[in-house]
């Protein structure tokens, strides 16, 4: 079975400080891993996806097979990063809307 | 573009109950999906649809919940009787296709059921 961890609940920084949210998962096939965002007041919906291997709002994150992690990373964090977190995986050539979420991080940027 | 519209946004009902939720998904959408997500828990898939058809609802607890999408459109999702665990936010998403690489999921603002 799929299974997405989420080992912090909760990460507070201060603003401009580097961030990494951690996402670790289990699954025996080919990946597709996926970082989602609601912030306050908002819907949840997609940040990045391992394949775009694209940065948006400053956010990267590599998918690290060997220790099958798929960590979320920022520089320099922003007060507007405040958010909750949740990191998905998706198994290989399913649809794109069949997803395992790991529990979530809540982000709170301080100023 | 409207987004994944649902109603009502909160419903409270003792449990042995009923309710029912309903989502109108982005126009031409064909996927459409029903998410349950428990306080402090990430969303977990309940049933996808593929137009008006079920793809997957091997989550979903056939005893007292049930769905449908009779007309590839709108769906409503139903728990027949309610219990205290069901209390949670239900989410509905929709998607163009089932396997697009660029493909997206928009999610709705969500239902929030307190069984009491």
């Known amino acids: 079975a799929q299974r997405v961890t989420q080992p912090e609940k909760l990460l507070s920084v201060f603003k401009g400080a580097p961030v990494e949210l951690k996402c670790n998962y289990s699954?025996?096939?080919?990946?597709?891993l996926f970082w989602y965002v609601q912030y306050s007041r908002q819907r949840l919906q997609l940040l990045l996806r391992?394949?775009s291997r694209e940065s948006i709002k400053g956010f990267t994150a590599d998918l690290n097979k060997g220790e099958t992690s798929f960590h979320l990373k920022k520089p320099f964090a922003q007060e507007e990063d405040s958010a909750m977190y949740y990191c998905?995986?998706?198994?290989?050539?399913?649809?794109?809307?069949?997803?395992?979420f790991g529990q979530g991080t809540i982000l709170t940027v301080h100023p | 573009e409207a987004g994944v519209a649902q109603s009502p946004r909160y419903k409270i009902i003792e449990k042995r109950q009923s309710v029912a939720f309903w989502c109108n998904p982005i126009?031409?959408?064909?996927?459409l999906y029903w998410y349950q997500q428990i306080l402090g828990q990430g969303p977990k898939l309940l049933i996808q649809f593929q137009n008006n058809g079920v793809v997957d609802d091997s989550q979903l607890p056939k005893d007292r919940f049930s769905a449908e999408r009779l007309k590839g459109v709108d769906s409503t999702l139903k728990i027949q009787p309610a219990k205290l665990e069901d209390s949670a936010v239900y989410l509905c998403a929709s998607s163009t296709n089932r396997t697009g690489r660029n493909e997206k999921l928009f999610f709705g603002s969500g239902t929030q059921l307190s069984v009491l």
């Open positions: 998905a995986l998706k198994s290989g050539g399913t649809s794109y809307g069949k997803l395992t």
């Open positions: 391992h394949i």
């Open positions: 126009s031409g959408h064909a996927t």
């Open positions: 699954y025996s096939g080919s990946p597709e």
